[in-house]
């Protein structure tokens, strides 16, 4: 038979197994997406439903089920199995947002929103699923939460155009209800919230101006029109707001002026008509005495008088006059310099008008000149962080490190201390420095070192700079110390970097490494699924099979309908070589999932290992129907074709055996032996043979040689087979023949009987008649009890009782006969032995040793009558080849060397050439 080193082929089988359970379901995921990807649904359908009979509880297959549903617009279908899905796994993002498709498209638009927000809870900036999310609330009718987050995805991504363009024109909806519903507060509080995001259209101050008069706060609708003025300065609308709104407040004077500077830089009729008529009306109701007038007149006359200057430069500030301010600022630049307080002045004035840049520009000036003001210092350091952030955001981490350590080194106290330490401790870890990301949470720990945030952040920096051991004892003491709800959060989070540390470790081949830290998962969160199925697969390749088998019990006592835990302790009770256990666990779940490759692949194995076993243990039939068992589920499986076709060989079955061995596909080191044992099979199923035979001996010292010719017949039936043999020899004294037929019938596969009669003449038997019965028995023994009956040439009668052992292994047989002989009352004995060892692996072809001592000859000698010699001791020994050329002829040669008395005290010798061709068909 063919060597198996069945040690070998397990740890294969399992190594193959341990993936085959995912590999296989993704196969079918990966057929139908590209079914997908071409528009045929049907075939990506008949894919789907092929694997899910294999396992029904595969959640990528369920999720594409329903996504085949929902393409057909079926959506009851659809959510059917989009909701398995998540019950198989409720982590299947794909499946959670093919749900919020059906829910939009079936209206229930609550259900939608719930599974967004289930999605962004792992994601809060996924940008798709918020517009997703603001569609949905505009489909209910929900302005206001379409403008809040309309305003807080603007927020996250200010530079999308599309983003901004959806949030402007929303707002402006939302504006205009407010307006229409009275309230003029919230409309105006949201149109200023506007103008700060849409400050580049003309009318972007108009509509805040025209609330805020209808609410009468004509001094903020001042400051619009001001700041409309300074960003529009040729807009007319701006122009005759302002004058409009200081004429309603009775500052005429202040319009007059404003509208003097304007028409000064352009001639235009409107505003001199608008002029003269506002001449008129403040003649009517004031005199020419106010004080603002009055110091615009003497400095008008004397651009150096400081009084006025600084009278008319503080009156327009605090009245919100900054494009006035800012032309006092310049004339008194030309008087007294960039002072402090002029360029204070001139920052704040930029500032209120919403000029970043240019106030960002006075306040680094005002920083060099005065580096000492503590006013200054404080508006420069948050000018510093508010730059380092923009900087982090634009991932210019080694820019905003240099700003950051800047600003965390100036005093403790500063507003932004702690906020640019943990920017700094940001950077470092985003730029690889992490020994100063530790250094500056180490700092902080000491403040608080029960600080939950400041112990995660340091978790992470020892994760990035990979102290995996310190950063996981640190979680886990976090964990320890919590309670719930942070005991489950801080756990998942544990579970997430222990998964990825894992991932890495078995690539490094640190398996030992990844088996410890999956451990840890399991102590702070024993439903981990993969932290389960690490469990199980580390343990198997550390071959700690007892491990493995406790972590496949706790995978399905958790989950108990989870099929690849099942076939993960299937694969334990295999390695603990728990073959039963093995069987009985996957037979039910084969009758419920029939076409499961890998419950299939663990049953094979299991039923091909217990096989062996019932073979070695003679319960062949048991070994049928568990071979038969697997076959059923794995009906193309070679290797089981093989295992039946050794089991039926067994059984003498030859022709099944032959019809399922030879399907088998041995490699190539296997293929030579393989084919002779094929050969040898295939010649036991060939119902006919015949024998030609022919025997040559000569005594020692004389010229004479003796010849036997055999002729035989043997033919097989289903129980029966019946043999004619010929014997023929030719001698000095004339020719004999001697005809002999044979009968054998097995009674069972470890039971037969051999029976055959003859009639000769001359140098054979008259008579010879014998029966034998055989019976196996042990490992590969049997054992033989005969008796038989001749009577020889001489007239002389002879009753024989034979009793045999032999024993057939893989390259050896041998067979040991032991004989007592009566003749005319006087006992006699011979014992021989005959042993064959096989050259091939098809116990045809063999080295054949034969001998035998006794006070009678071997029984071949007596029957072809080659010496009379009783009562004296004689021995014989033989060797010779035999060899099957193919499934239809074999021959052998075997030599033979007698040692035999032939007078009182003389022994001679006696030589003998046996020569034999076997033909099969």
């Not at 396992?55 to 996504?67: P, Y």
């Not at 798709?128 to 939460?145: A, D, F, P, S, V």
């Not at 320890?480 to 959060?489: A, Y």
């Not at 690490?534 to 108990?560: C, N």
């Amino acid at each position: 038979m063919i060597s198996k080193n069945y040690h070998l082929l397990l740890v294969l089988f399992l190594s193959i197994c341990s993936l085959n359970a995912q590999d296989t379901m993704e196969d079918y995921a990966i057929m139908a997406k590209k079914y997908f990807k071409k528009q045929e649904w049907q075939k990506a359908k008949d894919i789907i439903d092929e694997g899910l009979k294999q396992d029904e509880t595969d959640s990528n297959l369920r999720m594409l089920l329903g996504r085949y549903y929902y393409i057909k617009k079926d959506f009851q279908n659809a959510r059917y199995h989009l909701v398995k899905s998540l019950q198989y796994d409720k982590t299947n993002f794909d499946a959670k947002q093919l749900l919020v498709n059906v829910e939009m498209n079936s209206k229930h638009y609550s259900s939608a929103i719930c599974y967004i927000n289930e999605l962004l809870e792992v994601n809060p900036y996924w940008k798709q699923l918020l517009i997703k999310k603001i569609e949905i609330y505009r489909l209910q009718g929900n302005l206001t939460e379409t403008t809040r987050m309309l305003k807080r995805l603007n927020q996250i991504y200010p530079e999308d155009a599309t983003v901004q363009k959806d949030y402007i024109y929303n707002t402006q909806q939302e504006i205009a209800r407010l307006k229409k519903e009275g309230k003029l507060n919230e409309a105006v509080t949201l149109a200023e919230e506007l103008a700060k995001i849409d400050n580049q259209q003309v009318d972007i101050y108009v509509d805040i101006i025209n609330s805020l008069l209808t609410a009468g706060d004509k001094e903020k609708a001042l400051l619009y029109a001001e700041k409309g003025s300074q960003k529009f300065p040729e807009n007319k609308i701006y122009i005759t707001k302002k004058v409009a709104i200081l004429s309603e407040m009775n500052r005429n004077a202040e319009a007059l002026e404003f509208l003097k500077r304007k028409m000064s830089k352009k001639n235009d009729s409107q505003l001199q008509k608008s002029y003269d008529e506002l001449i008129v009306e403040s003649a009517r109701t004031q005199s020419n005495n106010d004080p603002y007038t009055l110091y615009g007149k003497i400095l008008e006359k004397n651009p150096k008088d400081e009084e006025a200057l600084i009278y008319l430069l503080n009156n327009a500030i605090s009245k919100g006059y900054y494009n006035d301010a800012l032309d006092f600022i310049s004339k008194a630049k030309k008087i007294k310099g960039d002072t402090k307080e002029i360029l204070s002045k001139e920052y704040f004035v930029y500032k209120q008008l919403g000029n970043e840049s240019k106030s960002n520009q006075i306040l680094q000036k005002l920083h060099s000149k005065f580096p000492n003001d503590s006013d200054i210092r404080d508006d420069f350091t948050a000018f510093q962080y508010k730059t380092a952030k923009q900087l982090m955001l634009e991932g210019s981490y080694l820019e905003a490190i240099d700003l950051l350590r800047t600003v965390s080194n100036q005093r403790k106290q500063n507003d932004y201390y702690e906020p640019a330490k943990l920017g700094l401790f940001q950077c470092y870890l985003k730029t690889g420095l992490h020994d100063q990301a530790l250094l500056i949470i180490n700092e902080f720990l000491k403040e608080k070192p029960n600080d939950d945030a400041r112990n995660l952040k340091k978790i992470n920096a020892l994760v990035a700079s990979e102290d995996y051991t310190n950063a996981f004892d640190m979680y886990l003491q976090l964990i320890e110390k919590s309670s719930e709800p942070k005991k489950t959060i801080y756990a998942n989070g544990f579970e997430e970097e222990a998964l990825t540390f894992i991932k890495k470790a078995i690539e490094e081949q640190n398996i030992e490494e990844a088996y410890e830290v999956v451990k840890k998962i399991l102590l702070v969160k024993p439903t981990s699924k993969l932290g389960l199925q690490y469990a199980i697969s580390l343990a198997y390749q550390m071959e700690d099979h007892l491990a493995m088998l406790d972590a496949a019990k706790q995978s399905t006592t958790i989950y108990p309908d989870n099929l690849p835990f099942k076939v993960k302790l299937a694969e334990s009770y295999t390695a603990q070589k728990e073959y039963d256990k093995a069987i009985a666990l996957t037979l039910p779940l084969l009758e419920k999932f029939p076409r499961n490759k890998s419950l299939v692949n663990v049953y094979t194995e299991n039923a091909r290992i217990k096989t062996k076993e019932l073979v070695k243990k003679k319960q062949h039939n048991d070994a049928l129907q568990l071979i038969n068992s697997a076959l059923y589920f794995d009906k193309n499986n070679k290797d089981l074709k093989f295992d039946k076709g050794v089991l039926l060989e067994t059984k003498k079955v030859f022709d099944s055996a032959y019809y399922y061995q030879k399907q088998y596909e041995p490699s190539l080191m296997e293929f030579s032996d393989f084919k002779k044992h094929l050969e040898a099979l295939k010649n036991k199923t060939f119902k006919n043979e015949i024998g030609i035979y022919h025997l040559r001996s000569r005594i020692q010292g004389s010229q004479e040689y003796s010849s036997i010719s055999t002729i035989e017949y043997a033919h097989k039936e289903n129980k029966n087979t019946y043999t004619f043999q010929l014997n023929y020899s030719g001698r000095e004294e004339g020719t004999g023949i001697q005809p002999i037929v044979e009968w054998y019938h097995p009674f069972s596969d470890k039971f037969y009987v051999r029976l055959n009669a003859g009639y000769g003449t001359k140098y054979f038997s008259k008579i010879q008649t014998q029966i034998s019965l055989y019976k196996a028995f042990g490992n590969d023994y049997e054992v033989e009890l005969g008796i038989g009956f001749r009577q020889l040439p001489s007239q002389v009668n002879m009753i024989q009782g034979i009793l045999g052992l032999s024993k057939n292994e893989q390259t050896i047989g041998w067979n040991i006969k032991a004989g007592i002989f009566s003749i005319d009352n006087t006992m006699f004995y011979n014992v021989s032995t005959d042993t064959r060892f096989y050259v091939f692996n098809e116990k045809k072809s063999c080295i054949q040793v034969v001998g035998a001592v006794g006070t009678v000859s071997d029984l071949q000698t007596l029957n072809f009558n080659l010496y009379n010699t009783w009562n004296a001791f004689n021995t014989m020994v033989g060797a010779g080849p035999k060899y099957m050329i193919n499934s239809h002829f074999t021959v052998g040669f075997l030599g033979s060397w007698n040692t035999i008395k032939i007078t009182e005290n003389k022994y001679t010798n006696m030589y003998n050439l046996y020569f034999q061709t076997q033909i099969s068909f």
